[in-house]
């Protein structure tokens, strides 16, 4: 399996930004696809998680309302829409893959693969 994350970049304040995480080999559909991030000097922490059979998304509490993630099932690929950016917004967003069982959670040690992360900048 191979996740391949793409759509970072520089923002203004108050700007929206979507990412895109496209999965290859991956056996079926019974997987779960979440997004983390790293800040500089802080631990990586969960954003949102779908899960590809069902749809079924769930978030952070502190992103719920701003961010969104869908996925687009032809193209095997999960997006994390991302509204109202701030600074503190700016990490590494990385995503990930359960395909064990195809459950969302924000531990990360259930992931099996991981993308390479892709650079998000929110500019003051």
């Known amino acids: 399996v191979q996740l391949q994350a793409s759509g970072g970049g520089l923002v203004q304040t108050g700007g929206s930004l979507t990412l895109s995480c496209t999965a290859s080999?991956?056996?079926?559909?019974?997987?779960?696809i979440a997004w983390f991030r790293q800040a500089p000097g802080k631990e990586r922490e969960g954003v949102s998680c779908?899960?590809?059979?069902?749809?079924?998304?769930i978030y952070e509490d502190s992103f719920k309302g701003r961010f969104t993630t869908s996925r687009d099932h032809a193209k095997n690929t999960v997006y994390l829409q991302m509204n109202r950016l701030e600074p503190q917004d700016s990490a590494v967003y990385y995503c990930?893959?359960?395909?064990?069982?195809?459950?969302?959670?924000?531990?990360?040690?259930?992931?099996?693969?991981w993308g390479q992360g892709t650079q998000v900048t929110v500019s003051s």
């Open positions: 990930a893959a359960e395909t064990t069982i195809g459950a969302c959670s924000f531990i990360q040690g259930t992931y099996d693969y």
């Open positions: 080999g991956v056996a079926d559909e019974y997987y779960a």
């Open positions: 779908l899960s590809v059979d069902d749809g079924r998304t």
